[in-house]
């Protein structure tokens, strides 16, 4: 089993991990080909681009998605599609397997299609997994959370701002004192809208 570095890894030994998982072949100008200008351009298996380097954690379910119920069209070069004899479109797959509303009820899945989307879907899984683990990724009610403790010491700390500045600088003038309560609450009414704003957009 292929372990990716941090640094992915590179066109050829992309390629033949394609081809150890998938049995089908694969050419390091064929991998660069489909990551550069094909199927593959702009997926998130690609780590960069010049030089290539892929994640073998991605590569093998973004290939069975993306190329291989394609792979004769996806692999010959743009010369010979425009001279090849017309055929019908291949059938995509634009919602997950077994889906109730996904079109005829009659229709028979296409096998391929079906393995590639079980196998990506894993993969990706896998993926968010693995970057929950390293820190990468966190739960959005721990984020709230946070910003809600973060939002509720600000305000007690502004609250008390005012009786503090009295204390400190008991020379102030009635005037002086009401400026200052005023730009507290000024400050406290943006803390409380921008919560407010936080929980419209949920």
Excluded: F
Aim: glycine share 4%.
């Amino acid at each position: 089993m292929t372990v990716a570095t941090s640094q992915g890894l590179s066109a050829d030994k992309g390629a033949e991990l394609i081809h150890r998982e998938t049995g089908r072949s694969c050419s390091r100008q064929n991998l660069e080909k489909l990551c550069r200008k094909g199927a593959l351009k702009e997926s998130p298996c690609v780590l960069s681009s010049y030089p290539l380097r892929v994640d073998a954690a991605l590569l093998v379910a973004e290939y069975l998605a993306k190329v291989a119920p394609y792979q004769a069209e996806a692999q010959q070069p743009a010369a010979k599609v425009k001279t090849a004899t017309p055929r019908p479109a291949p059938r995509t797959v634009s919602h997950p397997p077994n889906d109730p509303d996904s079109g005829d009820p009659g229709e028979v899945p296409n096998y391929n299609e079906e393995r590639a989307w079980h196998e990506r879907e894993k993969r990706l899984i896998a993926e968010l997994e693995r970057r929950q683990k390293a820190g990468e990724l966190v739960y959005k009610a721990d984020v709230e959370q946070a910003q809600m403790a973060i939002a509720l010491t600000l305000k007690n700390q502004l609250e008390a701002l005012p009786k503090q500045i009295k204390q400190q600088l008991p020379h102030l003038s009635i005037s002086d004192e009401e400026m200052i309560e005023r730009l507290v609450a000024k400050v406290l009414t943006a803390v409380a809208d921008w919560r407010m704003d936080q929980e419209e957009e949920e």
